[in-house]
């Protein structure tokens, strides 16, 4: 079973830059993709970005040219830097890890949450 811990959120004015962290505290088995969702007040879950164990990296076209995600694969670790921040950045940053069992069924894991808070 896979813990993912957060860390790196907090508050920030419009402009500027946070770097999230998570990192896995248990990987027994391979991890295929890892990234982040955030959810604003009042608003639903969205992905930010993802990347996958090919390399592949996914953004939302809200952040595409100002998030970058990055993977540590040998610790499992996946990492959000944030520049040029909006107030509508502001809201709770999830981080994801999915795997593939041997019958290809997926699982997924969640972190516990870190707020970021950008204020105009």
């Known amino acids: 079973q896979v813990q993912l811990v957060e860390s790196g959120g907090g508050l920030v004015q419009a402009g500027g830059s946070l770097k999230l962290s998570c990192a896995a505290s248990e990987a027994i088995f391979t991890i295929n993709g890892m990234g982040w969702y955030r959810q604003a007040p009042g608003k639903e879950r969205e992905l930010v970005a993802i990347?996958?164990?090919?390399?592949?990296?996914k953004y939302a076209d809200s952040v595409r040219d100002r998030f970058t995600i990055s993977r540590d694969d040998a610790t499992n670790t996946v990492y959000l830097q944030m520049n040029s921040l909006k107030p509508e950045d502001t809201g709770a940053y999830y981080c994801?890890?999915?795997?593939?069992?041997?019958?290809?069924?997926?699982?997924?894991?969640w972190g516990q949450g870190t707020q970021v808070i950008v204020s105009s």
């Open positions: 990347s996958y164990s090919g390399g592949t990296k």
């Open positions: 994801n890890a999915y795997r593939f069992d041997r019958l290809g069924d997926r699982y997924d894991y």
